[in-house]
């Protein structure tokens, strides 16, 4: 198997621009919002989950043996997720700061207790923890990224401690992670308890890697009706408000890499193009910068412009976010997920 398959990273990228619109949520009314699709698409942060946990065995399921290899291996994924963690919760923190006395102010006053706590939060990767509390995230969608740290530290720790009882370590943790998430009687946990929600599906990945390491498939045939059935539950969970229902996601989410890791039918081909490689490949960046490009223009075009919240305008809002997040990330991907990864890796070397 190959260290990269080229359509999952074209899936991300897509799920990624989706996630924009789901947090495009200004206008809860609007029929850009209001609909089965793009509220539910908060469960695409799952397939991130999913893919990392299966990208991650992919490349370093045989490589951790010793307490140095481990080590090497977190070095690695702090290089590979700080540098932009970082650049845009100091963005988010500054924006804040300077719009307090401007229109250009997003929310009441919240005071330096708030801005302290919540960028402590983000940079010591505890954001999908307790730990320093429960704060909502200035730059919200980086809760996540704590939960992947979480989910790295455990997978090194995992196979580093247990090499021939790993695949019995990983499915405690699964079972663990939905007891756990079954209790609070809440699927979507974030900014609290977040971390178990992306070790279930970092879990999944793994073994997701597994079963493609051991056989080889020929699934084109069902691109379509994985397509199909996706859509369906969501809208399913939706329509019946079947919270707890949403843990079959990750489960789907899993299935559908093995899907596309074993086509060759046409969405996978859709999927390998340029377009769509391009997203994948500044994913990352579109992920964590769509928070403040969503705020700034909605707070331009509807506050500073006062234009009519139509839906025409609520639409060319979601179309502008887009793309000025697309073409933001392209900056943030070679400038600071690149280079400034390139320079930390030299100086760690």
Same mark, same amino acid.
């Given at each position: 198997?190959?260290?990269?398959? =080229?359509?999952?990273?074209?899936?991300? *990228?897509?799920?990624?621009?989706?996630?924009?619109?789901?947090?495009?949520?200004?206008?809860?009314?609007?029929?850009?919002?209001?609909?089965?699709?793009?509220?539910?698409?908060?469960?695409?942060?799952?397939?991130?989950?999913?893919?990392?946990?299966?990208?991650?065995?992919?490349?370093?399921?045989?490589?951790?043996?010793?307490?140095?290899?481990?080590?090497?291996?977190?070095?690695?994924?702090?290089?590979?997720?700080?540098?932009?963690?970082?650049?845009?919760?100091?963005?988010?923190?500054?924006?804040?700061?300077? *719009?307090?006395?401007?229109?250009?102010?997003?929310?009441?006053?919240?005071?330096?207790?708030?801005?302290?706590?919540?960028?402590?939060?983000?940079?010591?990767?505890?954001?999908?923890?307790?730990?320093?509390?429960?704060?909502?995230?200035?730059?919200?969608?980086?809760?996540?990224?704590?939960? =992947?740290?979480?989910?790295?530290?455990?997978? *090194?720790?995992?196979?580093?401690?247990?090499?021939?009882?790993?695949?019995?370590?990983?499915?405690?943790?699964?079972?663990?992670?939905?007891?756990?998430?079954?209790?609070?009687? =809440?699927?979507?946990?974030?900014?609290?308890?977040?971390?178990?929600?992306?070790?279930?599906?970092?879990?999944?990945?793994?073994?997701?890697?597994?079963?493609?390491?051991?056989?080889?498939?020929?699934?084109?045939?069902?691109?379509?009706?994985?397509?199909?059935?996706?859509?369906?539950?969501?809208?399913?969970?939706?329509?019946?408000?079947?919270?707890?229902?949403?843990?079959?996601?990750?489960?789907?989410?899993?299935?559908?890499?093995?899907?596309?890791?074993?086509?060759?039918?046409?969405?996978?081909?859709?999927?390998?193009?340029?377009?769509?490689?391009?997203?994948?490949?500044?994913?990352?960046?579109?992920?964590?910068?769509?928070?403040?490009?969503?705020?700034?223009?909605?707070?331009?075009?509807?506050?500073?412009?006062?234009?009519?919240?139509?839906?025409?305008?609520?639409?060319?809002?979601?179309?502008?976010?887009?793309?000025?997040?697309?073409?933001?990330?392209?900056?943030?991907? =070679?400038?600071?997920?690149?280079?400034?990864?390139?320079?930390?890796?030299?100086?760690?070397?």
């Amino acid at each position: 198997m190959k260290d990269r398959v =080229e359509q999952l990273d074209g899936l991300r *990228g897509i799920f990624s621009v989706m996630v924009i619109a789901h947090h495009h949520n200004a206008f809860k009314d609007s029929y850009l919002y209001d609909n089965f699709f793009v509220i539910n698409a908060s469960l695409f942060v799952d397939f991130f989950f999913v893919l990392s946990g299966f990208v991650i065995a992919l490349n370093y399921i045989g490589r951790i043996h010793t307490a140095g290899d481990f080590f090497s291996f977190l070095k690695k994924r702090f290089i590979r997720l700080y540098p932009l963690l970082f650049f845009t919760e100091i963005v988010f923190v500054i924006a804040n700061l300077l *719009g307090e006395k401007t229109p250009m102010k997003n929310v009441g006053a919240l005071g330096s207790e708030y801005y302290f706590f919540t960028t402590l939060d983000t940079i010591t990767f505890m954001g999908s923890t307790p730990i320093l509390g429960t704060w909502v995230s200035n730059n919200y969608p980086s809760w996540s990224i704590s939960a =992947e740290m979480i989910a790295y530290v455990a997978f *090194g720790l995992v196979v580093l401690f247990l090499p021939k009882l790993k695949y019995i370590g990983f499915t405690v943790i699964i079972l663990l992670s939905i007891l756990f998430i079954v209790s609070k009687g =809440e699927y979507l946990l974030a900014y609290d308890y977040g971390f178990v929600r992306g070790l279930l599906c970092f879990c999944l990945g793994i073994f997701t890697h597994l079963v493609l390491s051991k056989k080889s498939f020929e699934l084109s045939f069902l691109e379509i009706p994985f397509l199909v059935l996706l859509l369906g539950s969501m809208y399913y969970t939706y329509q019946w408000e079947l919270n707890l229902w949403k843990l079959v996601f990750p489960f789907l989410f899993a299935f559908g890499i093995i899907i596309f890791t074993s086509s060759r039918g046409i969405v996978t081909r859709m999927l390998s193009g340029r377009p769509f490689q391009y997203l994948g490949k500044i994913s990352y960046s579109i992920y964590l910068n769509h928070a403040i490009v969503l705020i700034l223009v909605n707070v331009i075009l509807f506050r500073l412009l006062k234009s009519p919240d139509s839906e025409l305008m609520i639409g060319i809002s979601l179309v502008t976010s887009i793309v000025l997040t697309i073409c933001y990330s392209h900056f943030t991907y =070679e400038f600071i997920e690149k280079r400034f990864g390139k320079f930390l890796r030299e100086k760690w070397s």
